[in-house]
């Protein structure tokens, strides 16, 4: 107990004298280590269990604060609360046998205000950005030089300047087209003679007339306003109008005729026993009396009982066809037809007709019926066929007969029984049958039965056997007596193939007379009745022809019967116009006439039309006057023209119109169309296709002469003019793929190839023009140096590059969109280039550039550089003119057109060739701005003023002039787009060293006016000069980081990589990256330079400040402790913290940070006493404190700069300090376990194992080794290996365990077992481990280390997976290498050499040194 009093009473005089010293808390603050005791019968708060710490406390109310320590409640009715007091190291024992004092009691309020201050924390701005590179207002030092490179730089807004002038100026305006370029192409008008005049007006009058057909809707009232309108249009006075309106109604009345397409029938009704029927039909014009029964608006029911005319035969089917035929009027020594007869037994004569008010002759009789015969060959179903299969023999069988009834007197029809049932007016033919011919006669008789058949009043289509829906689609011709009364009568019959139809044709013709007509339709009655062989009836339709418009029908009728108790089905399909055959002398044949005439009325009635519009004639729609089409149907339909015709003579008008009077193309599309549509219908004649040959050859003359003027017929950017040029082209397209034009003009060339050489031409043509233009006075310049000539030549692709943009907007979609697909720019380019480069080639050959002054720019530069900036600049300003840049540039927006050019003809283009002609005006373009760039910055440092900002980083002028500089070259080089890749790279590693060499000669201008500071300059003066330097050396070195992007130097040095057939090496990209790299690293390291003397003046404070952080007392948290090193810095940077730019202040936080770094790493390697733990301990949390105060949060310096080679370094050194020697030991083995996995070398030999875990321990079993390195003097060891499970305290129960020695061998053989008690949860512990290691076992000295293995307890079985071992043989062996360590600086194993007073540190040491390799 003395001991322990007289250490009681030391320890008490210790803590009065470290009280009454009273430091100051910054530097060592007291009273932070737990306390716990006490004294004078007070109680006092416990901290929670376990060890004390020294930066426990407890808060107000009883809650811990970790930070602060613990807190001692005061004793009941003392007047404070006790105080902390200190603890030594490692002698927290002594809490319960010391008592603070008094004094120390009234202080602890005010310490723990001081103690809870935050630490300082840097203040850094967000100061990524940079000043304008380039500033306007600031053109102070370019006036110096006239604006040199502002010459070139403005040199692309001139050129856009001059593109909007040019168009401005130019044809792209917005207007009409001009009265000269419409008399250019003009051709003359159509004028026909008086007398040809006077003979059209005839004709349109006797059209007007002897009009034809029902007029409909309102046709009907421009009937009166007809007459009127042709008077109008051909421009006849009245007295004329008399004259030839009377002879006009002199001529002729025309005769009508009705024209009858049979399309088809449907629906009819199964006569033959098959279920099908042979139908055919009969058909012919009937008279028709206002006071008769037939019903005009509907169809007539055929006589004759339609049950007799069924057939018994086996099958349900009939054999029908048609039979058809005109009866003619009663005449001398012909039959007459059945209106005459009606008329004769009415005892008046029929209704007023123009047969009857005119005689017609035996003659014209014979005549019409020739006409009637032509009629028949020129149909599709009278045609003579050629011989047909028995199935088709049925389609030429043809008889026709009229029913015996039509031929009765009304009062003998109403007398008759029959009326009852509403018969009605029918055809009707039986065939008896007859004895049976041979099948070779009948083929024989059918076959010539078309051109046999001499009847003229009914006709007949051809039968279609076996069907109920026959398609005929067969054209006959009748004509009419009086369209008011006539009507249309058609049979359809089943056709009975028993009965010759030719034998009962022939005795229709045998017929004279009525009486006897009556005579043979009465023999075919009876037959009827006595049941012979017969034809089937199969429904009539009447059509009454006052019902036929001039339009013609086209419809369905349906079918009826011959009573009302007639069942009757389906309809038929019948197409019907009329026409008429003039009997004015003028012979049938000559067709031709007519068309001619219908297509100089169409012209006389356009012209007319278009006379209202005046100037104005492409406003007109195509639309022609309701009177005028009324006239010009009646004439087409009375000269029976056709569709075709009709449409050809339309189009032949329009385009004869369109080259004296232009008309809208879009119209001229329309009617081309209608041709191209009905040109398969039918054929021309001779005459006509030759018209119509005319008519395209002029128009197409005509078109061509427009595409190759269209820049002036169709201008820009009227979009009217661009949708008539798209109507014209479509008419070219549609011409050139139209059959009637190769069938009409068979030699004429590819109308494609005809309108690509009209572009060719065009092109050439406003080339020529605009050549006179802008080339004026090019001949006189190149004597004077040739500015004007390429100014002239500038001009002068802006003017064609704006024809190429006004070809691509407006006329290239027109060209291209057409079945034509010509390449509008793309020709227009390819001419424009080609003459343009021979021009241009053609100057800058005569054209001779200045001798190179390269040598001599580079020479003054170097004589500018080592220039002091006191003296005076010599006066050297080299020539660089501006004209051959306005022709590149010209010549380059020119060339942007190229893509429209397919890639293939790329290379045949000339405008390549012209390039490298301005290589050395780019040369010494670059070599000159060099040496201006230099004089510029030499200005600017001599003029420097500080820039008025209104904030705290500053700058002077001379940083944005210097950055202007190279603003100015970056954009001209933008604005050439040099096209080489391999000049274009020669000329940027040339600006790169002349902009790189610039920069840094502004750096070294600025240290040279920093070195001339005064030496009285105050601190906080020379300060902000510094930071406003540093910061111009920081703009000037961002505008070089930018010439990369803005120079593309990647597009320029990939193409060229690509292209080096090399393909190994430094490669294009990689020499101009270091070129940059260098220039860059070359400012960083000046402007470090210029930084460098603040950090060497903080260096020697910042020692002090760490030598005290390391060495504070062990008490002090490491908060404290690094605090005032904190505020040093804190104050010292907050004037460069302000007024630097980030990468700046970055810079000289990373001196600083290398400086504390250095600093701590000396206290750390200071040979001093043994350090504790504790040192480590503080000295690391103060390197985490100082790290999160450089990198500000987020604000200072990054953490891949904080966390630097020498940053990691330290930690580390200072966590292995800080960590206990068990855990370095077994850091140290999973380091060597690491070390084990990557090995491969067996330098040292090999060893055999196999290893497992079942039942709770762990079997190792180890083989053999092989190749051990021999111990022994006589080349051999003496092996044995000692197996250990580490770490030690997860095996606890487990010691070592070895083999048998072998003696003498290099490869022993051990085969032995071991078996080791562990926990499945050991082996699969993070960290568990075999430890092999092989000795050479010594009888009198120590054994010797012979290589050591490691293997993880984590991957053998039992242990990676959870099921037993049953085979321990049967597992493959592990073949493991020795190991020495190689290195003797390891540096755990320097971390407890440093621990001496630690014996498993020192054995452990000492144990490894044993096992590092000999160096060789």
Same mark, same amino acid.
């Given at each position: 107990m003395s001991f322990l009093n007289s250490l009681q009473q030391v320890v008490a005089g210790v803590t009065s004298s470290v009280t009454s010293l009273s430091l100051s808390p910054k530097r060592? +603050?007291?009273?932070?280590?737990?306390?716990?005791?006490?004294?004078?019968?007070?109680?006092?708060?416990?901290?929670?269990?376990?060890? *004390?710490?020294?930066?426990?406390? %407890?808060?107000?109310?009883?809650? *811990?604060?970790?930070?602060?320590?613990?807190?001692?409640?005061? %004793?009941?009715?003392?007047?404070?609360?006790?105080?902390p007091r200190p603890q030594g190291r490692g002698k927290s024992f002594m809490n319960n046998m010391m008592q603070p004092p008094p004094m120390q009691q009234q202080q602890q309020p005010v310490r723990k205000e001081r103690e809870r201050r935050p630490l300082p924390v840097l203040q850094c701005g967000d100061?990524? %950005?940079?000043?304008?590179?380039?500033?306007? #207002?600031?053109? =102070?030092?370019?006036?110096?030089?006239n604006g040199w490179l502002e010459q070139f730089t403005t040199l692309g807004w001139r050129h856009s300047e001059a593109? @909007?002038?040019?168009?401005?100026?130019?044809r792209q305006g917005s207007r009409d087209i001009a009265p000269e370029t419409l008399a250019s192409i003009r051709r003359n008008e159509f004028r026909p003679s008086k007398a040809e005049m006077e003979a059209l007006y005839v004709e349109v009058l006797y059209t007007v007339f002897h009009k034809v057909g029902a007029q409909q809707g309102d046709k009907r009232e421009h009937t009166e306003d007809l007459p009127r309108y042709a008077q109008a249009a051909f421009h006849i006075d009245p007295q004329d109008h008399a004259r030839l309106q009377a002879v006009a109604q002199e001529e002729k009345p025309p005769i009508l005729v009705l024209n009858l397409v049979v399309v088809e029938a449907e629906n009819l009704e199964a006569?033959?026993?098959n279920g099908f029927s042979d139908p055919y039909c009969m058909m012919g014009i009937i008279p028709e009396h206002p006071g008769s029964s037939l019903q005009s608006s509907g169809s007539v029911n055929s006589a004759g009982s339609r049950g007799s005319s069924r057939q018994n035969s086996v099958d349900s089917f009939s054999d029908p066809y048609c039979m058809l035929g005109i009866q003619p009027a009663m005449q001398q020594g012909l039959p007459g037809s059945p209106r005459d007869v009606y008329g004769i037994a009415q005892g008046s004569p029929p209704p007023d007709s123009p047969r009857v008010r005119q005689q017609v002759s035996l003659s014209s009789r014979s005549s019409c019926e020739t006409e009637g015969e032509n009629d028949l060959e020129r149909s599709g179903s009278c045609e003579s066929p050629k011989p047909f299969s028995k199935e088709s023999l049925r389609k030429h069988h043809s008889m026709a007969r009229l029913n015996l009834d039509c031929l009765k007197t009304p009062d003998a029809r109403l007398d008759s029984p029959r009326e009852k049932l509403k018969k009605r007016p029918s055809f009707r033919l039986s065939f008896k049958r007859k004895p049976a011919e041979p099948k070779k006669e009948r083929v024989e008789h059918r076959d010539s039965l078309s051109n046999a058949i001499p009847a003229k009043i009914i006709r007949a289509t051809s039968v279609k056997p076996h069907t109920l829906n026959p398609r005929w689609s067969e054209k006959f011709r009748l004509d009419i007596d009086d369209i008011n009364y006539d009507i249309l009568h058609l049979d359809i019959w089943d056709h009975d193939d028993e009965s010759s139809v030719f034998d009962v044709v022939s005795k229709l013709n045998e017929v004279k007379g009525v009486k006897g007509l009556g005579r043979f339709f009465k023999q075919i009655a009876q037959s009827a009745r006595a049941g012979g062989g017969q034809d089937d009836f199969l429904g009539?339709?009447?059509?009454?022809?006052?019902?036929?418009?001039?339009?013609?029908?086209?419809? =369905?009728?349906? &079918? !009826?019967?011959? #009573?009302?108790? #007639?069942?009757?089905?389906?309809?038929?399909?019948?197409?019907? /116009? &009329?026409? %008429?055959?003039?009997? @004015?002398? $003028?012979?049938? !044949?000559?067709? /031709?006439?007519?068309?001619?005439?219908?297509?100089?009325?169409?012209?006389?009635?356009?012209?007319?039309e278009l006379a209202k519009y005046k100037d104005d004639t492409m406003s007109w729609d195509g639309e022609l006057s309701a009177a005028a089409e009324a006239i010009l149907h009646q004439h087409a339909i009375q000269g029976d023209l056709t569709p075709l015709q009709q449409a050809i003579c339309r189009w032949t008008a329009a385009a004869r119109t369109h080259t004296h009077k232009p008309l809208d193309h879009r119209v001229l599309h329309r009617l081309l169309m209608a041709v191209h549509d009905l040109w398969d219908t039918e054929t021309l004649s001779k005459e006509e296709e030759e018209m119509l040959a005319d008519s395209y050859t002029n128009f197409l003359e005509h078109s061509l002469t427009e595409v190759r003027r269209h820049r002036d017929v169709f201008p820009t950017p009227s979009k009217t003019h661009a949708i008539r040029l798209d109507a014209l082209l479509r008419c070219l397209a549609l011409l050139a793929e139209s059959r009637s034009y190769w069938k009409v003009c068979p030699f004429h060339k590819e109308v494609r190839g005809e309108v690509v050489a009209a572009v060719k031409k065009g092109a050439i043509e406003w080339y020529a023009q605009a050549t006179l233009r802008y080339d004026r006075h090019r001949e006189a310049s190149i004597s004077t140096g040739g500015d004007v000539a390429l100014e002239s030549l500038a001009n002068l692709a802006l003017h064609l590059t704006l024809d190429l943009q006004a070809g691509h907007d407006y006329y290239d979609h027109a060209f291209a969109s057409t079945a034509l697909k010509i390449p509008y720019v793309a020709l227009n380019y390819k001419i424009f280039e080609k003459v343009l480069s021979e021009d241009t080639l053609k100057v800058l050959t005569i054209i001779q550039m200045d001798e190179d002054i390269e040598s001599e720019v580079w020479q003054m530069c170097s004589v500018l550089r080592d220039l002091e900036l006191n003296k005076e600049a010599p006066h050297y300003f080299p020539h660089c003119s501006t004209a051959p840049f306005v022709l590149y540039l010209a010549l380059a927006e020119f060339s942007r057109y190229q893509e429209h050019v397919p890639a293939g003809e790329r290379r045949a283009l000339l405008l390549g060739t012209v390039w490298p002609h301005f290589m050395p005006f780019v040369s010494r373009w670059v070599d000159v701005t060099c040496y201006r760039v230099l004089c510029r910055i030499r200005i600017a440092i001599l003029t420097d003023r500080v820039a008025n900002t209104g904030e705290p980083v500053q700058y002077t002028t001379s940083a944005v002039d210097t950055t202007s500089c190279f603003y100015h070259v970056k954009t001209f080089w933008r604005h050439l787009a040099w096209p080489d890749p391999c000049s274009s790279y020669t000329m940027l590693v040339k600006m790169i060293e002349s902009m790189s060499g610039a920069a840094d000669y502004y750096v070294y201008l600025l240290q040279q006016r920093l070195h001339t500071l005064a030496t009285d300059t105050q601190e906080d003066e020379r300060a902000q000069q510094l930071c406003i330097t540093v910061n111009n050396m920081e703009h000037v070195r961002h505008s070089l980081t930018l010439l990369r992007e803005e120079l593309q130097i990647d597009q320029v040095t990939q193409i060229l990589d690509r292209q080096d057939p090399r393909g190994s090496g430094t490669t294009y990209t990689d020499h101009v990256t270091s070129l940059l790299l260098a220039g860059l690293a070359n400012l960083d390291s000046k402007i470090a330079g210029s930084m460098s003397p603040v950090a060497d003046k903080m260096r020697q404070e910042l020692q002090k400040d760490v030598f005290h952080l390391a060495w504070s007392p062990d008490s002090l948290p490491a908060e404290?402790?690094? @605090? +005032?090193?904190? !505020?040093?810095l804190y104050a010292s940077l907050a004037t460069y913290s302000a007024a630097l730019l980030k990468n700046n202040l970055d810079r000289l936080l990373h001196l600083l940070w290398l400086a504390v770094l250095n600093a701590l790493t000396e206290q750390i390697g200071k040979d001093t006493d043994e350090k504790q733990e504790a040192f480590f301990v503080r000295l690391y949390d103060a390197l985490r404190l100082l790290r999160e105060f450089f990198h500000a949060h987020g604000r200072g310096l990054d953490n891949s700069t904080l966390m630097g080679e020498e940053y990691s370094f330290l930690e580390r050194q200072l966590r292995l300090h800080k960590t206990p020697t068990d855990s370095l030991i077994e850091a140290y083995h999973l380091e060597r376990l690491l070390e084990q996995e990557r090995t491969e070398a067996t330098e040292y030999g090999s060893l055999f194992v196999r290893v497992y875990f079942n039942?709770?321990?762990?079997?190792?079993?180890?083989?053999?080794?092989?190749?051990?390195?021999?111990?022994?003097?006589?080349?051999?060891s003496d092996p044995f290996v000692v197996i250990e499970l580490l770490p030690k305290r997860l095996f606890p129960g487990s010691g070592p365990q070895q083999t048998n020695v072998h003696k003498k061998t290099l490869h022993p053989l051990f085969d032995e077992c071991f078996e080791f008690p562990a926990s499945l949860e050991s082996c699969q512990a993070e960290g568990a481990m075999i430890l092999f290691t092989l000795m050479d076992h010594d009888v009198i000295t120590c054994n010797d280390f012979g290589g050591e293995a490691f293997l993880s307890l984590n991957t053998i079985p039992g242990v990676a997976s959870s099921a037993s071992v049953d085979n321990f043989h049967g597992l493959k062996p592990i073949e493991l290498n020795l190991m020495f360590q190689k290195d003797p600086e390891n540096i755990i194993l320097k971390v407890?050499? $440093? @621990? $001496?007073n630690d014996k498993m540190a020192m054995d452990f040491v000492k144990k490894q040194k044993e096992r590092i390799a000999k160096p060789t």
């Open positions: 060592f +603050p007291f009273g932070r280590e737990n306390s716990s005791g006490s004294g004078g019968g007070g109680d006092v708060s416990t901290p929670p269990p376990g060890p *004390p710490h020294h930066h426990y406390q %407890t808060r107000p109310g009883g809650s *811990p604060n970790p930070r602060l320590g613990p807190k001692l409640v005061p %004793t009941p009715g003392a007047a404070g609360g006790a105080a100061r990524y %950005t940079y000043w304008p590179e380039y500033d306007p #207002s600031q053109n =102070w030092v370019s006036e110096q030089d593109l @909007r002038t040019l168009k401005a100026s130019g006569k033959d026993p009539c339709v009447n059509v009454p022809l006052q019902d036929i418009p001039s339009t013609g029908l086209d419809k =369905w009728y349906p &079918l !009826e019967g011959r #009573s009302l108790r #007639s069942n009757i089905q389906g309809q038929i399909h019948l197409k019907m /116009w &009329l026409s %008429t055959r003039e009997d @004015r002398g $003028t012979s049938e !044949e000559e067709a /031709w006439v007519e068309v001619r005439q219908h297509d100089q009325i169409i012209t006389i009635f356009l012209l007319h404290e402790a690094v @605090r +005032p090193l904190l !505020e040093r039942h709770d321990s762990l079997c190792v079993e180890v083989l053999q080794a092989r190749n051990v390195i021999p111990l022994d003097p006589n080349g051999f407890l050499e $440093t @621990r $001496t």
